[in-house]
């Protein structure tokens, strides 16, 4: 049955409604799936992941902007532009609605902690959940459940590939350089994706380095943009960034985190 996405007034409800449709019906897949895209393999990890998403189902605590987005990419809201307003106006919403503390403060406990952070040593009961959550993610893991989010539309032989850098094909020395979320192309064009800073003021990496950061595709190969400025809250403005350059080579899709932001690749013929 199709969510009536316009009849929901509070964002985990929808979020919740979401989740089972598209065949969440409990969190082991799903924390799955973000182990998978944020990179994290920890045991700890997924624990942490499953009490999270649990947490944000129930509406016991609201998602940081940085989870709302990964988790945005993970249930694909961006394919269902039906569902995406409603979504994030009851994000905004919900965060509007954080509970106050004695001071009259937005709550910082109403905000789940990024759920990659290992949870806090526990024992007795707590410690069986541990042990019963690691063997879960174990058997995922064997059975092939903790599945990649790109998809690989071509050869195998094609993937292999795609792990070597390729040549410079755009400059970016000295321009600004903007992160994109989602990027579309056809085979044959680059586009500038991020831009890898080191600290604020400095230059950045070189290119080895930030390539070996980079995940493999099965779509495209990266290369290295130049030098540039990246804009960066974190330095409260400008700072030297080496741009990250995608070049589509081969239909598909891919899906991964890249400097903490969710990013999406789709390329077509």
Same mark, same amino acid.
Not at 214 to 226: C, E, I, K, R, T
């Given at each position: ?11 985990? *409800?929808?979020?919740? =409604? ?19 895209? #944020? @990179? *994290?393999?920890?045991?700890? =990890?997924?624990?942490?992941?499953? *009490? ?13 902007? /940085? ?28 965060? /509007?609605?954080?509970?106050a503390d004695g001071n009259g403060d ?23 959940? /541990?042990?019963?959550? !690691? !063997? ?20 195998? #032989? ?14 970016? #020395?000295?321009?600004?350089?903007? !992160? ?5 192309? @056809? ?42 400025? /990246? ?32 990013? #999406? ?5």
């Open positions: 049955m199709a969510v009536a996405f316009d009849s929901f007034e509070e964002w985990h *409800k929808l979020f919740d =409604a979401l989740c089972i449709e598209r065949g969440h019906l409990d969190n082991a897949k799903l924390a799955s799936e973000y182990c998978t895209i #944020t @990179k *994290k393999k920890a045991v700890t =990890a997924y624990e942490s992941s499953l *009490k999270s998403l649990s947490n944000w189902r129930q509406g016991l605590h609201t998602p940081s902007r /940085r989870n709302f987005r990964i988790l945005t990419l993970l249930l694909r809201i961006e394919d269902a532009p039906e569902a995406l307003p409603h979504w994030s106006r009851l994000y905004e919403e919900a965060q /509007r609605r954080k509970p937005a709550s910082q406990t109403a905000t789940t902690p990024e759920i990659d952070q290992a949870p806090a040593a526990a024992s007795g009961g707590r410690t069986r959940l /541990r042990l019963a959550a !690691a !063997a879960v993610f174990l058997v995922l893991v064997a059975g092939g459940a903790v599945l990649a989010l790109g998809t690989f539309d071509g050869p195998q #032989t094609h993937a292999a590939a795609f792990t070597q850098p390729g040549a410079q094909v755009l400059d970016m #020395t000295g321009q600004r350089i903007e !992160a994109h979320e989602m990027v579309a192309a @056809k085979v044959g064009q680059s586009v500038v994706v991020h831009g890898s800073r080191g600290r604020c003021g400095e230059q950045p990496p070189d290119w080895e380095e930030v390539f070996q950061g980079l995940p493999p595709l099965s779509n495209g190969v990266w290369s290295d943009g130049g030098v540039g400025i /990246r804009v960066s809250r974190a330095c409260s403005g400008g700072t030297p960034a080496r741009a990250v350059v995608f070049t589509a080579t081969h239909p598909g899709e891919e899906r991964f985190t890249l400097y903490d932001d969710p990013i #999406t690749i789709r390329v077509t013929e």
